[in-house]
T-cell receptor, first 113, second 115 residues
Framework: KAGVTQTPRYLIKTRGQQVTLSCSPI?????VSWYQQTPGQGLQFLFE???????NKGNFPGRFSGRQFSNSRSEMNVSTLELGDSALYLC????????????FGPGTRLTVT | AQSVTQLGSHVSVSEGALVLLRCNYS??????LFWYVQYPNQGLQLLLK??????LVKGINGFEAEFKKSETSFHLTKPSAHMSDAAEYFC?????????????FGTGTQLKVEL
């Protein structure tokens, strides 16, 4: 089975711009979660989507949003970028039922200048 | 809310020596615990998981972890370190919220393996 894929792998944006990151989960997985990883804050949960519905959200401002499509692929969007949004954004996929392990993609490294 | 604490942000061992990475959890319900490894410029790879089936859990690459409820611990061990084990290791607890699950991670332990 192919693993979780994320595109793009690297991105450089300017403060005030917006960005969209994409994640394709493992085939058959219906849940996609997003995490932000920074040296200062570590790994923080952003949100989880299951069957096109957001069912969990972390403590991030409304500038961070996401969506999931019928094929389970997910996108996350960050509007009005700030320098502090520079991070590795990780997507994780799982079956979404009961307690389940999450499988992570390689991440998208976002740099905001 | 559930949480995990990893003692020691940096651990250094000699090749062939025992690896011990510490993780303590805080949970009001039986926890589901995970260890992940992250190599430079990569995502997280699942090493092993505890879901209450057995207290001693074996994972990939020779790693194992023991769940000790009395000590609220889930330490990761490997009998003999290899140079390729050098990476950052994260302990995580799965929390059921909003009908779904989210992982709460510890702050990570950077493992260095020396010749």
């Amino acid at each position: 089975k192919a693993g979780v894929t994320q595109t793009p792998r690297y991105l450089i944006k300017t403060r005030g711009q917006q960005v969209t990151l994409s994640c394709s989960p493992i085939s058959g997985h219906r849940s996609v979660s997003w995490y932000q990883q920074t040296p200062g804050q570590g790994l923080q949960f952003l949100f989880e989507y299951f069957s096109e519905t957001q069912r969990n959200k972390g403590n991030f401002p409304g500038r961070f949003s996401g969506r999931q499509f019928s094929n389970s692929r997910s996108e996350m969007n960050v509007s009005t970028l700030e320098l502090g949004d520079s991070a590795l954004y990780l997507c994780a996929s799982s079956s979404g039922t009961s307690v389940y392990e999450q499988y992570f993609g390689p991440g998208t490294r976002l740099t905001v200048t | 809310a559930q949480s995990v604490t990893q003692l020691g942000s940096h651990v250094s061992v000699s090749e062939g020596a025992l690896v011990l990475l510490r993780c303590n959890y805080s949970s009001s319900v039986p926890p589901y615990l995970f260890w992940y490894v992250q190599y430079p410029n990569q995502g997280l790879q699942l090493l092993l998981k505890y879901t209450s089936a057995a207290t001693l859990v074996k994972g990939i690459n020779g790693f194992e972890a023991e769940f000790k409820k009395s000590e609220t611990s889930f330490h990761l061990t490997k009998p003999s370190a290899h140079m390729s084990d050098a990476a950052e290791y994260f302990c995580a607890v799965s929390e059921r919220t909003g009908g779904g699950n989210k992982l709460t991670f510890g702050t990570g332990t950077q493992l260095k393996v020396e010749l």
